[in-house]
């Protein structure tokens, strides 16, 4: 239900129905992160985890996206998992807001929630359209997202993250390379040969460009 509201709201139109044959373990009477990831990309969504800072979180909030949450509701020895949706914050009355399983709208004060955050090592889930990018400025968490597209063959959503990326970090090594890749990886071999050869301009003795370009 979690991951369904996240991708809804990513203009994905699935239900939960439709996404339990796709994550759910019945050996485990839930679902891990990593089928969530791969459900995302499936959706042809960018699945960004977010730095486990509660800054980087409440920015995503801010900026009106919701975000993917788990939560340890028992103890650190004796864990209750659960997945949720954060949907708002009000820094006044220092209230989380939360889409919590059949409930639309739990409010939770924040030192609560950031306990129950924290005792689930911070993870949280951003479901970004290809196009989009998150409020956290450090293109490293973006980029790694955009190479799990390409390393798992989505060549064409992992080019149109890069190109995304390289809108915000033009001169960023990864992306350049990124982009280069996912033109390879999609048998567009011109492309990606001008690309290689703008990214050894920059960088001449690059091992992996050149490389790659060779390959081209």
Same mark, same amino acid.
């Given at each position: 239900?979690?991951?369904?509201?996240?991708?809804?709201?990513?203009? =994905?139109?699935?239900?939960?129905?439709?996404?339990?044959?796709?994550?759910?373990?019945?050996?485990?009477?839930?679902? *891990?992160? &990593?089928?969530?990831?791969?459900?995302?990309?499936?959706?042809?969504? !960018? &699945?960004?985890?977010?730095?486990?800072?509660?800054?980087?979180?409440?920015?995503?909030?801010?900026?009106?996206? &919701? =975000?993917?949450?788990?939560?340890?509701?028992? *103890?650190?020895?004796?864990?209750?998992?659960? +997945?949720?949706?954060?949907?708002?914050?009000?820094?006044?009355?220092?209230?989380?807001? !939360?889409?919590?399983?059949?409930?639309?709208?739990?409010?939770?004060?924040?030192?609560? /929630?950031?306990?129950?955050?924290?005792?689930?090592?911070?993870?949280?889930?951003?479901? %970004?359209? %290809?196009?989009?990018?998150?409020?956290?400025?450090?293109?490293?968490? /973006?980029? #790694?997202?955009?190479?799990?597209?390409? @390393?798992?063959?989505? /060549?064409?959503? @992992? *080019?149109?993250? +890069?190109?995304? @990326? *390289?809108?915000?970090?033009?001169?960023?090594?990864?992306?350049?390379?990124?982009?280069?890749?996912?033109?390879?990886?999609?048998?567009? $071999?011109?492309?990606?040969?001008?690309? +290689?050869? #703008?990214?050894? !301009?920059?960088?001449?003795?690059?091992?992996? $460009?050149?490389?790659? !370009?060779?390959?081209?």
């Amino acid at each position: 239900a979690a991951l369904a509201t996240v991708l809804v709201a990513s203009a =994905v139109q699935i239900t939960p129905d439709e996404l339990t044959p796709q994550i759910y373990l019945p050996a485990r009477k839930g679902s *891990l992160q &990593p089928e969530l990831i791969a459900a995302v990309r499936r959706q042809q969504r !960018l &699945p960004y985890v977010i730095p486990p800072d509660p800054r980087a979180l409440l920015a995503e909030v801010a900026a009106g996206r &919701p =975000v993917l949450v788990m939560q340890n509701l028992g *103890l650190s020895w004796l864990p209750v998992w659960h +997945y949720a949706v954060v949907i708002g914050y009000d820094p006044g009355r220092d209230e989380v807001v !939360l889409r919590s399983a059949t409930t639309a709208r739990k409010v939770m004060p924040t030192g609560l /929630f950031l306990r129950s955050w924290r005792l689930a090592q911070n993870w949280a889930l951003l479901v %970004l359209k %290809l196009h989009e990018l998150p409020a956290h400025r450090d293109p490293l968490p /973006f980029l #790694q997202a955009a190479a799990g597209l390409e @390393a798992t063959g989505n /060549f064409a959503a @992992a *080019l149109a993250a +890069y190109q995304t @990326a *390289l809108t915000r970090w033009p001169d960023d090594r990864h992306a350049r390379l990124g982009e280069a890749n996912s033109y390879l990886g999609l048998r567009q $071999a011109g492309l990606a040969e001008d690309r +290689y050869r #703008q990214l050894l !301009l920059i960088q001449a003795d690059d091992p992996v $460009a050149l490389n790659n !370009l060779a390959e081209a």
